[in-house]
């Protein structure tokens, strides 16, 4: 049974920064590969999209509202994905999930609906 962790979320000023993270266990990660996800939602909005990572980490997409603020990485060692998130704004407070699915080896995915596999989220609260 994979179990998605994420941690890191937190109440940061605007202008800070924050770096998610998010462990995976039980899936068979020495034979599959996973696309890994982050999505976020706000209060009274829906879930929406903020980055995704291949498993390799050779390709990446970002939502345009997050590029060149927020990062995504991932360490296969520890079966762990992370967001940077700088330069922080209030309109980014949300609860962050991060999402898994089995994919072929460089395939990447931005659909929400695509993901199998969702942590509980992590809440990020920046204040103006």
């Known amino acids: 049974q994979v179990q998605l962790v994420e941690s890191g979320g937190g109440l940061v000023q605007a202008g800070g920064s924050l770096r998610l993270s998010c462990a995976a266990s039980?899936?068979?990660?020495?034979?599959?590969?996973?696309?890994m996800g982050w999505f976020r939602q706000a209060p009274g909005k829906e879930r929406e999209f903020v980055a995704a990572?291949?498993?390799?980490?050779?390709?990446?997409s970002y939502s345009d509202s997050v590029k060149g603020r927020f990062t995504i990485s991932r360490d296969n060692t520890v079966n762990t994905v992370y967001l940077q998130m700088n330069s922080l704004k209030p309109e980014h407070t949300a609860v962050y999930y991060c999402?898994?699915?089995?994919?072929?080896?460089?395939?990447?995915?931005?659909?929400?609906?695509?993901?199998?596999?969702w942590g509980q989220g992590t809440q990020v609260t920046v204040s103006s």
């Open positions: 999402a898994q699915q089995r994919r072929p080896y460089g395939a990447i995915v931005v659909e929400e609906r695509e993901y199998g596999y």
């Open positions: 039980g899936g068979t990660y020495f034979s599959s590969f996973y696309v």
């Open positions: 990572i291949s498993w390799s980490g050779g390709s990446t």
